[in-house]
């Protein structure tokens, strides 16, 4: 098992910088990936970010390729999104979770965290 807990999101206004904190626990060296996703009000839940754990690769949605960035702390087994130039299109509900083992899709997943841009 294990347990993703995500934290940071909050009212900020547009062109604002924000970061996100995912911290995991439990059986964490089974983790080879770990993602952000967010689902916005009446939209469906899209990935915004991944990071491969043992090799460090990346990938961004091309909605937050050069504003968006995914990074990882190993000591403190928490992965950051560090957001800037907020739009409120990036306004949604932001999720971290987790791929383990030999599962080909995310497993385990946080509560999710809101993240809200006003004009």
């Known amino acids: 098992q294990v347990q993703l807990v995500e934290s940071g999101g909050r009212l900020v206004q547009a062109g604002d910088s924000l970061r996100l904190s995912c911290a995991a626990s439990g059986r964490t060296f089974s983790m080879n990936a770990m993602g952000w996703f967010r689902r916005a009000p009446g939209k469906e839940r899209e990935v915004v970010a991944q990071?491969?754990?043992?090799?460090?690769?990346?990938y961004y949605a091309d909605s937050v390729k050069g504003r968006f960035t995914i990074s990882r702390d190993n000591a403190k087994n928490t992965m950051y999104l560090q957001m800037n130039s907020l739009k409120p299109e990036d306004t949604a509900v932001y999720y971290c979770?987790?791929?383990?083992?030999?599962?080909?899709?995310?497993?385990?997943w946080g509560q999710g965290t809101q993240v809200t841009v006003s004009s």
């Open positions: 990071l491969w754990w043992r090799t460090g690769s990346t």
């Open positions: 979770a987790a791929l383990t083992g030999a599962s080909s899709t995310y497993d385990y």
